[in-house]
């Protein structure tokens, strides 16, 4: 049996403002073609469909139309967990829609589907947090763990003894762990899907935080210990959450951060059997519109790289080295040449040292000055300076 495993497609998340849909859809149409290629058997989501929990319309229209087609009328099954930007309630609303196509949505701790035949496959067991399947003549034991939040995971627990309210997070879901690992059986492909944060994964800028002070962290020996394959999602950056199980986050299709620039976006094949080691592939996809971040020796400089790169579909950021505030006109410029700027930050080069001031010594004219270099680091050009004062001629003060 063949699976591939993708998490935080992050459907409507924008950068600064700016639209990802576009490239999103080419993701997703890319990731189809991928799957059929491949003769994919199961398709594993594992959660943070969405950016937010009230996602715009368009971002979840792209959503259903594409599990639709993975789905391929049931020829294919199709398993989506919901990770912390999801709204539970909201995604699980398909449900009475998608299983007739074979789309298994799990919004909660210890969800569960129906028994229910396909072409593809058959669901021949469902039980809280474990579904059993029968795809191409195997058997598989599938356990879900969709974003366990605190109180989501009180509420499965359902203990009120001083000792269980005790209980670290970490315990509660290890302990969760092991109850539905006792459904892995020997005959059976056994893997486990959550949406969780592992101690020692390494974030990005761009991951919302679940946990507050560590409370929220899963220790690696919290995590299934039996299954063959464990598929995380939560992490942008693709990488084994523990070295001694083959537990792994498949990472973000697209950078959505600047600190997601300097690794390659992708997911995982697994083709695994029962007892028999999982054989683990990564597939990498394109990079649709790169984030580059250009570090220039002054304007100039930096208007010569908006002209060198004015062809490429690029979003950009600009860190430029200058003695002074950098005017509106050569910012115009940067902006007429290359779109989809995101930033342009200037790095003063020049430091000044303050002294008290007494504003009764001080013309309005010498306190904006000091006022200006006090917040931007250079001194305010002519043009500026006249305007201040016209402006403070125009309210009738005389300085």
Known sequence: MKFIHTSDWHLGKTLEGNSRLEEQEMFLNDFVDIVEQNDIDMVIIAGDIYDTSNPPAAAEKLFYKTICKLADDGNRCVVIISGNHDNPERLSAITPLAEEMGILVFGYPLSKTTEAKYKGFEITQALEGCT??????????????????????????????????????????????????????????????????????????????IELGGSLLVQKSDLPQNSQYTALGHLHKPQKA????????????????????????????????????????????????PIEVFKCKGIEE??????????????????????????????????????????????????????????????????????????????????????????????????
Not at 387 to 392: E, T
């Open 242 to 289: 523990s070295e001694r199980l083959n537990a792994y986050y498949s990472g973000s299709p697209i950078q959505y951060s600047k600190s997601e620039r300097v690794y390659s976006k992708g997911a995982k094949i697994v083709e695994v059997h029962p007892g028999e080691d999982a054989i683990i592939e990564d597939i990498y996809f394109k990079n649709y519109k």
């Open 302 to 399: 930096a208007i010569n790289i908006c002209e060198e790169n004015k062809d490429k579909n690029i979003w950009s950021y600009f860190e430029i080295v200058t003695d002074e505030v950098i005017n509106q006109k050569n910012i115009k410029t940067m902006k007429s040449l290359l779109k989809d700027i995101i930033e342009i930050k200037p790095i003063i080069n020049q430091s000044y040292e303050y002294e008290h001031v007494d504003m009764r010594e001080k013309t309005m004219k010498e306190l904006f000055v000091e006022y200006y270099k006090f917040r931007n680091k250079v001194e305010p050009k002519g043009e500026l300076l006249d305007l201040f004062l016209q402006i403070v001629e125009e309210e009738g003060d005389d300085n």
């Open 132 to 209: 059993k399947l029968n795809i191409n003549g195997e058997k598989v034991t599938l356990i879900t763990l969709p974003y366990p939040s605190e109180k989501r995971l009180n509420e499965v627990i359902k203990g009120d003894t001083e000792r269980e309210q005790q209980i670290s997070y970490s315990k509660k879901v290890g302990d969760l762990f092991r109850k539905l690992e006792e459904n892995f059986e020997e005959d059976s492909i056994n893997i486990a899907v959550s949406h969780i944060f592992v101690v020692g994964g390494e974030s990005t800028e761009s991951e919302r935080p």
